[in-house]
């Protein structure tokens, strides 16, 4: 599929292509006349906001007299870590600087295409497809962490050993799917919110297209709550014990 070529990957095309293609060469791809794509370029514009940030926050903290912007962070710390101990159990805090990172990181790609002149790099499947798979990954170490290899690998067996197999086929089929439902709800989402409000910008500049800007801000919002929610979900049932 094409995809219009927004005027940072533009940029970066012009002056850095030897960058993108030493880093095709790297993972085993060919060399391109224009190597970055726009969901490339707008990750790590995201990436280097979150950065600066907290790079720009970190000093700033106090106690006794928090600014506006260490209030917000505080909050959404709050929220995550209620959250986590709702979905994963009192080791929940053990496990939210992956959960807010992911948060943070999704939320961040959603609402950057608002920006005139931005793209959402969430509305192209390999972004969400990504942190899919760096979910899969972080839940499966957590429970061999957390449990052992042996005791993590009896779950996927059941209570019953006479049901093992067929219990054994239900649990890989059930966690190779995980990756995929979550690529899939982001994706969809976040590339129908997208086209929606351009669609809406293009036949008019006035209420309208605010009312579904209002609409793509709350749908961002939700879709990196979910994605957080499940991924809590799959990180508690893979810790528990009594799983």
């Not at 060919?30 to 707008?42: C, D, L, Q, S």
């Amino acid at each position: 599929m094409h995809h219009r070529e927004i005027w940072l990957a533009k940029l970066f095309n012009d002056y850095l292509p030897g960058a993108g293609n030493a880093f095709l060469k790297l993972v085993g791809m060919p060399a391109e006349p224009r190597p970055w794509a726009g969901f490339i370029v707008m990750q790590l514009l995201v990436v280097l906001i979150l950065i600066v940030l907290f790079a720009f926050l970190r000093p700033r903290l106090s106690m006794d007299r928090p600014g506006k912007l260490q209030h917000s962070l505080e909050l959404i710390y709050e929220f995550v870590h209620g959250e986590s101990e709702s979905a994963v159990g009192h080791s929940g805090p053990r496990y939210i600087a992956f959960f807010g990172t992911l948060f943070l990181f999704i939320l961040s790609c959603n609402l950057i295409g608002i920006i005139p002149g931005f793209e959402s790099p969430t509305m192209i499947p390999s972004v969400p497809a990504g942190c899919a798979i760096a979910t899969f990954i972080y839940y499966n170490v957590a429970g061999v962490e957390a449990q052992g290899v042996l005791n993590y690998l009896k779950q996927f067996a059941g209570p019953m050993l006479v049901l093992a197999p067929l219990m054994i086929l239900i649990e890989i089929t059930s966690h190779l799917a995980r990756p995929l439902s979550l690529t899939v709800r982001l994706y969809a989402n976040m590339f129908a919110g997208e086209k929606v409000t351009l669609v809406f910008l293009s036949l008019t500049y006035f209420a309208v297209p605010a009312v579904f800007m209002g609409l793509h801000v709350f749908v961002s919002l939700l879709q990196a709550y979910i994605f957080m929610l499940l991924t809590m979900m799959y990180v508690g049932g893979a810790v528990s014990h009594e799983h």
